[in-house]
């Protein structure tokens, strides 16, 4: 990825869907070797915005609410594969982030890495709580 195609906060153009799925690549990379194996078959999308039956679904308030999801069934449930059972996969939602990335200090790729492992978290089985008392415990 050329990094003078990210743009900083005073800069002429926002992160594409191709740089935030680079930086999500890259992200999944850098965790350990053991880890990555346990995640199994996980697709990573990037999108503009959740579909409108997320927002009603999640009964969020905007489209700027959530900046990705999880959607297949967690690592510990799934045992027997189901029939037509579609792989399960990670949504980054673009638009959300670079908001968020507009609003605080962190980097572009800090903030993606973090929405990443939250929602690996969630492929096992993890709920919100769950990870927020993991994050405590290791700051």
Excluded: K
């Amino acid at each position: 990825m050329d990094d003078t195609r990210i743009a900083t906060l005073g800069g002429s153009r926002a992160a594409s869907l191709g740089d935030i799925e680079a930086m999500a690549i890259a992200a999944y990379a850098d965790l350990p070797q053991e880890f990555r194996s346990l995640c199994g078959e996980i697709r990573f999308i990037v999108a503009d915005f959740p579909e409108e039956d997320v927002i009603e679904e999640m009964e969020l308030e905007t489209e700027f609410d959530i900046l990705g999801l999880f959607e297949g069934r967690p690592v510990g449930d799934l045992g027997v594969p189901v029939t037509g059972e579609m792989t399960n996969r990670i949504l980054l939602y673009r638009r959300p982030i670079l908001d968020f990335w507009a609003e605080n200090d962190e980097t572009l790729e800090a903030i993606v890495r973090h929405v990443l492992i939250h929602e690996i978290g969630h492929h096992f089985g993890l709920s919100d709580a769950d990870m927020e008392d993991l994050e405590r415990q290791a700051d």
